[in-house]
């Protein structure tokens, strides 16, 4: 079934009066920007005549978030607001006070990666940053949104529970909006494949959006673990969008002495020490390792602007593999190509419907 069926499809009551969000400096855009954003205008121009099968996605409403960061241990709040079609995902630092938009914006996107050591932090060309972006980007993903407008007042985006569940069931309540522009997905046309040792990411074809894992831990609670998981599946979200941040007990203590990973605690972390959990509550899944590994991947390949139409397959890989597998990517132009999903029967996402 094509997933767009399951959502209804709302005569288009939104305006494009997002115009506050845009400062008035033009943020730098790829080429796939250009095509998202050029595609968005004409069909706005002829909203009438061109119904949209399978629309790009919205808020239905402004929503906040409130939440310690996990690095750096500051609370955090976070706006999320509506935003047109062809904005895609942009955060705003508000705690920069009256500094122009190409301070303060941030467009999340995979070549504005900067840092992927602990999470995937993003920066734009004057050095501002927001960290740990990967499972906020990963709600959104899992939504099926694709354009939010980010107010955020800190460097990282707050941690909740160490997975994207709190996202995903904020953004729920409030419901989607759609938009009056088809979404468009990247097809990935043939294997582009990095590797760094032991470590391995992969971008393969094929339909839907498939993804593999498989992560080795010399320690017996996690040990080896492997996981295949189906996006389009409607257990996606409950079953791999709610596996929790996880950590080895020396690697977290070692982490807070360097003074990294402040806002740590067993409230956003499951904590292993030698053979068993440290967490009182133990588990949410016997392998919510690998589950929360494929999180991340989904969350770090939202960063490619659309969704993507393919198999993902990850070996011990982390934040700095999934950006370089889709800088692979994107630098071979003939390993992709654009795709209307709403004259395709493979859409996707069809994890939440738009409130009435
Ligand atoms: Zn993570």
Request: contains cysteine; aromatic residues 6%; glycine residues 10%.
């Amino acid at each position: 079934m094509p997933p767009c069926s399951l959502r209804r499809v709302f005569p288009m009551s939104i305006g494009f009066a997002e115009v506050r969000i845009v400062k008035g400096s033009a943020l730098r855009r790829t080429e796939l920007d250009t095509v998202i954003l050029d595609e968005a205008r004409a069909q706005r121009r002829d909203r009438v005549s061109r119904p949209v099968a399978c629309p790009q996605m919205t808020l239905n409403a402004p929503v906040v978030l409130e939440g310690v960061g996990l690095h750096t241990g500051r609370m955090i709040r976070m706006d999320l607001h509506p935003a047109g079609a062809g904005f895609g995902i942009v955060f705003r630092r508000t705690d920069l006070g009256d500094a122009p938009a190409d301070v303060t914006d941030i467009t999340a996107r995979h070549d504005h990666v900067g840092d992927t050591m602990l999470s995937t932090v993003i920066r734009n060309e004057a050095g501002t940053s927001v960290g740990t972006v990967e499972h906020l980007m990963a709600a959104f993903a899992g939504l099926g949104i694709d354009n939010v407008f980010v107010e955020i007042n800190g460097p990282e985006v707050p941690v909740m529970d160490g997975s994207s569940q709190v996202f995903v069931e904020t953004i729920d309540a409030i419901g989607l909006k759609p938009l009056h522009a088809s979404r468009r997905a990247i097809r990935i046309l043939k294997p582009v494949i990095v590797q760094d040792g032991l470590k391995r990411a992969a971008l393969l074809p094929g339909e839907g959006f498939k993804l593999a894992f498989e992560i080795e831990f010399d320690n017996a609670v996690i040990g080896r673990q492997s996981i295949e998981a189906d996006f389009m599946s409607p257990t996606f979200r409950d079953e791999i969008l709610t596996a929790r941040t996880f950590g080895l007990l020396k690697d977290v203590e070692a982490m807070w002495a360097a003074g990294l990973g402040l806002g740590g605690s067993l409230e956003n972390t499951v904590v292993v020490d030698g053979d068993h959990v440290v967490n009182e509550d133990g588990l949410r899944f016997n392998d919510e390792f690998v589950r929360h590994k494929v999180l991340d991947a989904v969350g770090d390949l939202a960063l490619a602007g659309a969704p993507l139409i393919g198999r993902y397959e990850g070996t011990r890989a982390g934040h700095a593999m999934n950006n370089r597998v889709l800088r692979a990517l994107f630098a071979d132009r003939s390993a992709w190509e654009l795709v209307d999903m709403g004259a395709s029967e493979e859409v996707m996402r069809p994890v939440a419907v738009p409130a009435e």
